[in-house]
């Protein structure tokens, strides 16, 4: 007789391999059949609602591995909330204005944009970005990321723009945005201003040179003759530019003897100063405070100029001579106490960084190749005390990675001081802070932020809503012209401003307070951040286009450089014009790093590339490791991590494959067993089962996703395939198919199989899907995984009792199963159902186990155990507990053909004689 097909043995359609490259298309394809997007909506209409607003990624190339990890997350916490009782829409955006794109489509036509008009540029740069947005529609989608593609966000459409008309309008209205002569960062490569958020710091090597100002007035305080004040500096090429030196009024300086010469500087810094000019010392003639010193005049080194001194709370001692060289053209601080002087504003350097006229003998030249020149110059007029590099932090663009400068030129600013408050109010007060570290950090920042510049000199944008009179030069911007501006950009979009004249694009019958009724335009556009930060206006509060939105969202999620980018400009605009932030909740994650925490670079050949990740093992490897790893540091990421994932990916679907196997032939509504007729021990997995769905649903709700998948994991690996499962694969394998025994222990697995399925169904989206096509259901089963809820928790499961009983028989097999290994490996046993256990126990843990004597063999899968009161000798001792020892022998008997246990009494059935009695009579039934 073929006894193995009396066996249970597990069934299932469920593929042992996930192929998931393969598979993953297949069920995208089925996803977009469906609608899965609409479903989802419609099942959860009129339910609380959750908004994750998104923060829209550039539509300028392939996705990499930093939008996997941004949109991946999204996607599970929207999928949790749309299980757990929220209508969570998610609707994708794509910032689609700014400078890369324009790169992009001068580079790829071979064009030059001064001479091609603006509205065929434009038209270019859109192509471009919708050209990358379908792209990466399509990226994303492969992902596994559910949301409203087809209806998308665009910061270029005509109802978007017309919202960012008015938020801007709103704001010049409130007071907050205003026209000044300011220095701001300027690229020159890019050859427009930059606000703070897209200036970062990289390491530079630059010019530093000691420079002597004679002293030609010294007011009755210094000598004039053969007296200098020495600067220090380390941006030569400012040099033209300067009017006067900053002195601390609080600090010391001294005058001192050099030679012929006497040279003034800080007290503090003078020993350094004569090692770097290789003295040994210096008679001090005077000293003064710096205030004394107050608008002594030096000359220029080169200029027929006079540099004034003047006094600064700016000056340090760090380095240099605390005589600072100033430029109000050049610098924020320069320009701010030059403004108390009333010293004039000198900035001889054009868009491009290139010096005009006002710059001389240097004019056409860059600024960094005047910086030889410049100092050859200061050496011939023998003003050159020394010269020498550093290296050092210096501001760069941000897109082009170039180096910027500080470049004083008319620009249109909002003013945050005038709304400053407000924001840090509502960042301590209004908004949650993802992780908590993240409030102090964007506090800071707006404390501290200057004057927003919203204005760039390019043409790929949303323009400034801003007319100028022909007659007088004074701008215009009332309430009667943003209504008229929004009205024609909701229809016609932004092109209209630059393809009609100003007469046409305002209302009939405007003047200037001066009579004049001839107008232009202003050239300039905004700030992509202001695009993008004016996104809760143009998005949330758009319900003709997205009526499941509401304003406020619950949730922004971005990387940590957000905090002065989309997260600071988005809080401006909504504060300026709401008084309100514009989300209740702030998420931050770290930056993709390789394993050894570099950042990723094609040079250094660390890139790990999403799609081809995707090709090779699919999209749920790829969205496993964003649930495994903690996002509120650096992640980090290579080739082995991934492979690694592909091992905690095949474990967690094995399991589920063997749950599946199981229930082959098990009807829910049929078969259930009453959870009061169960045993002890699918109690216990139950039991187990309850503290997972407790902790992950925990962990969900608190964006803890490593703790999710750490719990899930380890429930799979440990709770059941190392215990629970183990233990029950006899009773599964060997009882009657319609046994009360083993439709309890299927009770279990379906449970614990429509549990997991819920709880993965935000992180492996393709292979729950696979799982809930195969697994048993009732005929009103929704059509998706992904019309499910979240699991409820069923207190009925929690029995305390049960828990420490069967939580210490757990660590005693742990102690079973450790010498069963070592018997193991000195060739006692093979596999441990050829083993018989004897368990020697002190009074207590024996009156413990006495009553589970009878199973403890199956606990320990083992052919027999035996219990006994007292310790021998000769036993050996456990390891982790206390009071117990034990023995490990051959089996004694036979070995069952049919459940593989060793049995004294197999072949006493004269009908099945290589069988035990157990199997004899199930075979017999």
Same mark, same amino acid.
């Given at each position: 007789m073929d006894y193995a097909k009396t066996l249970n043995l597990p069934k299932t359609d469920f593929p042992m391999r996930g192929n998931l490259p393969k598979r993953e298309p297949e069920i995208l394809k089925w996803w977009e059949e469906i609608d899965i997007y609409k479903q989802v909506q419609e099942k959860n209409q009129g339910r609380p609602k959750f908004i994750l607003h998104d923060g829209p990624p550039y539509a300028n190339g392939h996705i990499h591995l930093g939008h996997t990890l941004n949109k991946v997350l999204k996607d599970m916490i929207v999928k949790y909330r749309s299980m757990a009782g929220y209508d969570s829409p998610y609707v994708p955006g794509w910032d689609t204005h700014g400078l890369p794109i324009e790169q992009q489509a001068i580079k790829n036509l071979k064009i030059n944009r001064h001479k091609v008009h603006p509205v065929d540029f434009r038209k270019q740069c859109k192509e471009y970005a919708l050209k990358f947005i379908d792209i990466q529609r399509e990226e994303f989608k492969r992902l596994g990321v559910r949301g409203d593609w087809e209806n998308p966000y665009l910061t270029l459409l005509p109802q978007f723009e017309a919202k960012q008309i008015r938020v801007f309008g709103e704001m010049a209205k409130a007071g907050y945005i205003y026209k000044g002569l300011k220095p701001v960062y300027w690229c020159a490569s890019c050859e427009t201003a930059l606000a703070e958020a897209e200036v970062e710091y990289a390491d530079k090597s630059s010019p530093s040179i000691y420079v002597k100002f004679p002293v030609v007035d010294g007011k009755g305080i210094l000598p004039e003759q053969e007296t200098y004040v020495v600067i220090w500096t380390t941006t030569p090429w400012t040099i033209p530019a300067n009017v006067a030196i900053a002195l601390h009024p609080e600090l010391d300086y001294v005058l001192v003897q050099l030679d012929d010469e006497k040279h003034l500087l800080a007290k503090e810094l003078l020993e350094k100063y004569l090692e770097l000019i290789d003295r040994q010392g210096a008679q001090i003639l005077q000293q003064f405070k710096g205030e004394e010193l107050e608008r002594v005049v030096c000359r220029h080194p080169f200029v027929e100029r006079d540099s004034l001194v003047i006094l600064g709370d700016h000056v340090t001692t760090e380095t240099g001579t605390g005589c600072v060289h100033t430029a109000p053209g050049h610098g924020e601080e320069d320009f701010?106490?030059?403004?108390?002087?009333?010293?004039?504003?000198?900035?001889?350097?054009?868009?491009?960084?290139?010096?005009?006229?006002?710059?001389?003998?240097?004019?056409?030249?860059? +600024?960094?190749?005047?910086?030889?020149?410049?100092?050859?110059?200061?050496?011939?007029?023998?003003?050159?005390?020394?010269?020498?590099?550093?290296?050092?932090?210096?501001?760069?663009?941000?897109?082009?990675?170039?180096?910027?400068?500080?470049?004083?030129?008319?620009?249109?600013?909002?003013?945050?001081?005038?709304?400053?408050?407000?924001?840090?109010?509502? +960042?301590?007060?209004?908004?949650?802070?993802?992780?908590?570290?993240?409030?102090?950090? +964007?506090?800071?920042?707006?404390?501290?932020?200057?004057?927003?510049?919203?204005?760039r000199q390019r043409t790929w944008g949303v323009p400034i809503p801003i007319f100028y009179c022909k007659d007088c030069g004074k701008e215009l911007i009332t309430e009667e012209t943003i209504a008229h501006l929004e009205e024609i950009f909701a229809e016609h979009g932004s092109d209209a401003w630059f393809a009609r004249e100003a007469k046409d694009l305002m209302p009939q019958g405007i003047t200037c307070q001066c009579g004049g009724t001839a107008f232009e335009k202003e050239t300039d556009i905004m700030d992509v951040w202001f695009d993008s930060g004016s996104s809760h206006m143009g998005v949330l509060k758009q319900p003709d286009l997205w009526p499941e939105l509401r304003w406020p969202a619950d949730l922004y999620l971005e990387g940590s450089d957000q905090h002065r980018g989309w997260f600071n400009s988005s809080l401006s605009t909504a504060v300026a014009v709401t008084g309100e932030p514009p989300y209740k909740a702030v998420l931050t994650h770290g930056f993709v790093v390789d394993e050894k925490g570099r950042k990723m670079s094609k040079s250094m050949g660390n890139v790990v590339d999403p799609l081809k990740v995707i090709n090779q093992m699919g999209a749920d490897i790829l969205r496993l490791w964003v649930a495994s790893t903690d996002y509120r540091g650096d992640l980090a990421v290579s080739n082995n991590i991934i492979k690694q994932m592909t091992e905690s990916y095949r474990k967690i679907r094995n399991t589920c494959r063997f749950l599946m196997g199981n229930i082959h032939d098990f009807d829910p509504a049929q078969h259930s067993v009453a959870y009061q007729e169960l045993l002890e021990l699918d109690r216990w997995a139950l039991l187990r089962l309850q503290r997972l769905n407790e902790k992950v649903l925990k962990a969900y709700d608190n964006y803890e996703f490593h703790l999710v998948y750490h719990a899930i994991h380890n429930f799979c690996v440990l709770d059941m395939s190392a215990r629970y499962l183990d233990i029950i694969k006899d009773r599964l394998y060997t009882a009657p198919a319609q046994s009360q025994e083993r439709r309890a222990a299927q009770t279990v697995l379906y449970l614990v199989l429509d549990s997991l399925v819920r709880l993965l169904t935000p992180i492996l989206a393709f292979t729950t899907e696979e799982i809930y096509r195969y697994m048993p259901k009732g005929s009103d089963a929704p059509q998706s995984v992904q019309l499910l809820d979240m699991p409820k928790l069923k207190e009925e499961y929690i029995d305390l009792e049960l828990e420490q009983k069967w939580d210490r028989l757990m660590q005693v097999r742990a102690e079973v199963l450790k010498h069963l290994e070592n018997a193991r490996r000195e060739k006692i046993i093979g596999n441990s159902l050829e083993a018989a256990v004897h368990v020697y126990a002190d009074e207590e843990l024996y009156n413990f186990l006495k009553p589970m004597e009878e199973q403890l063999h199956i606990l320990f899968i083992t052919s027999k155990a035996q219990l006994y009161k007292g310790i021998p000798a000769d036993a050996v001792t456990g390891e982790t507990i206390t009071g117990m020892a034990l023995k490990v022998e051959s089996a004694p008997g036979e070995k069952c053909e049919r459940c593989w246990m060793y049995h004294e009494e197999v072949g006493q059935s004269a009908e099945h004689p290589t069988l035990c009695p157990r199997c004899a009579g199930v075979v017999n039934q």
């Amino acid at each position: 007789m073929d006894y193995a097909k009396t066996l249970n043995l597990p069934k299932t359609d469920f593929p042992m391999r996930g192929n998931l490259p393969k598979r993953e298309p297949e069920i995208l394809k089925w996803w977009e059949e469906i609608d899965i997007y609409k479903q989802v909506q419609e099942k959860n209409q009129g339910r609380p609602k959750f908004i994750l607003h998104d923060g829209p990624p550039y539509a300028n190339g392939h996705i990499h591995l930093g939008h996997t990890l941004n949109k991946v997350l999204k996607d599970m916490i929207v999928k949790y909330r749309s299980m757990a009782g929220y209508d969570s829409p998610y609707v994708p955006g794509w910032d689609t204005h700014g400078l890369p794109i324009e790169q992009q489509a001068i580079k790829n036509l071979k064009i030059n944009r001064h001479k091609v008009h603006p509205v065929d540029f434009r038209k270019q740069c859109k192509e471009y970005a919708l050209k990358f947005i379908d792209i990466q529609r399509e990226e994303f989608k492969r992902l596994g990321v559910r949301g409203d593609w087809e209806n998308p966000y665009l910061t270029l459409l005509p109802q978007f723009e017309a919202k960012q008309i008015r938020v801007f309008g709103e704001m010049a209205k409130a007071g907050y945005i205003y026209k000044g002569l300011k220095p701001v960062y300027w690229c020159a490569s890019c050859e427009t201003a930059l606000a703070e958020a897209e200036v970062e710091y990289a390491d530079k090597s630059s010019p530093s040179i000691y420079v002597k100002f004679p002293v030609v007035d010294g007011k009755g305080i210094l000598p004039e003759q053969e007296t200098y004040v020495v600067i220090w500096t380390t941006t030569p090429w400012t040099i033209p530019a300067n009017v006067a030196i900053a002195l601390h009024p609080e600090l010391d300086y001294v005058l001192v003897q050099l030679d012929d010469e006497k040279h003034l500087l800080a007290k503090e810094l003078l020993e350094k100063y004569l090692e770097l000019i290789d003295r040994q010392g210096a008679q001090i003639l005077q000293q003064f405070k710096g205030e004394e010193l107050e608008r002594v005049v030096c000359r220029h080194p080169f200029v027929e100029r006079d540099s004034l001194v003047i006094l600064g709370d700016h000056v340090t001692t760090e380095t240099g001579t605390g005589c600072v060289h100033t430029a109000p053209g050049h610098g924020e601080e320069d320009f701010l106490v030059g403004k108390e002087y009333k010293l004039p504003v000198i900035s001889p350097v054009d868009n491009r960084g290139t010096f005009t006229a006002e710059g001389g003998k240097f004019a056409g030249q860059k +600024i960094w190749d005047a910086n030889k020149d410049i100092i050859d110059e200061i050496s011939s007029q023998g003003k050159l005390v020394h010269q020498d590099k550093v290296q050092h932090s210096y501001p760069h663009c941000w897109r082009c990675k170039n180096p910027v400068f500080f470049r004083a030129t008319e620009q249109w600013f909002a003013s945050v001081e005038g709304f400053r408050q407000k924001a840090l109010d509502a +960042i301590r007060n209004k908004v949650q802070w993802i992780p908590a570290w993240g409030e102090d950090r +964007i506090y800071n920042m707006v404390e501290g932020r200057s004057d927003w510049c919203i204005s760039r000199q390019r043409t790929w944008g949303v323009p400034i809503p801003i007319f100028y009179c022909k007659d007088c030069g004074k701008e215009l911007i009332t309430e009667e012209t943003i209504a008229h501006l929004e009205e024609i950009f909701a229809e016609h979009g932004s092109d209209a401003w630059f393809a009609r004249e100003a007469k046409d694009l305002m209302p009939q019958g405007i003047t200037c307070q001066c009579g004049g009724t001839a107008f232009e335009k202003e050239t300039d556009i905004m700030d992509v951040w202001f695009d993008s930060g004016s996104s809760h206006m143009g998005v949330l509060k758009q319900p003709d286009l997205w009526p499941e939105l509401r304003w406020p969202a619950d949730l922004y999620l971005e990387g940590s450089d957000q905090h002065r980018g989309w997260f600071n400009s988005s809080l401006s605009t909504a504060v300026a014009v709401t008084g309100e932030p514009p989300y209740k909740a702030v998420l931050t994650h770290g930056f993709v790093v390789d394993e050894k925490g570099r950042k990723m670079s094609k040079s250094m050949g660390n890139v790990v590339d999403p799609l081809k990740v995707i090709n090779q093992m699919g999209a749920d490897i790829l969205r496993l490791w964003v649930a495994s790893t903690d996002y509120r540091g650096d992640l980090a990421v290579s080739n082995n991590i991934i492979k690694q994932m592909t091992e905690s990916y095949r474990k967690i679907r094995n399991t589920c494959r063997f749950l599946m196997g199981n229930i082959h032939d098990f009807d829910p509504a049929q078969h259930s067993v009453a959870y009061q007729e169960l045993l002890e021990l699918d109690r216990w997995a139950l039991l187990r089962l309850q503290r997972l769905n407790e902790k992950v649903l925990k962990a969900y709700d608190n964006y803890e996703f490593h703790l999710v998948y750490h719990a899930i994991h380890n429930f799979c690996v440990l709770d059941m395939s190392a215990r629970y499962l183990d233990i029950i694969k006899d009773r599964l394998y060997t009882a009657p198919a319609q046994s009360q025994e083993r439709r309890a222990a299927q009770t279990v697995l379906y449970l614990v199989l429509d549990s997991l399925v819920r709880l993965l169904t935000p992180i492996l989206a393709f292979t729950t899907e696979e799982i809930y096509r195969y697994m048993p259901k009732g005929s009103d089963a929704p059509q998706s995984v992904q019309l499910l809820d979240m699991p409820k928790l069923k207190e009925e499961y929690i029995d305390l009792e049960l828990e420490q009983k069967w939580d210490r028989l757990m660590q005693v097999r742990a102690e079973v199963l450790k010498h069963l290994e070592n018997a193991r490996r000195e060739k006692i046993i093979g596999n441990s159902l050829e083993a018989a256990v004897h368990v020697y126990a002190d009074e207590e843990l024996y009156n413990f186990l006495k009553p589970m004597e009878e199973q403890l063999h199956i606990l320990f899968i083992t052919s027999k155990a035996q219990l006994y009161k007292g310790i021998p000798a000769d036993a050996v001792t456990g390891e982790t507990i206390t009071g117990m020892a034990l023995k490990v022998e051959s089996a004694p008997g036979e070995k069952c053909e049919r459940c593989w246990m060793y049995h004294e009494e197999v072949g006493q059935s004269a009908e099945h004689p290589t069988l035990c009695p157990r199997c004899a009579g199930v075979v017999n039934q």
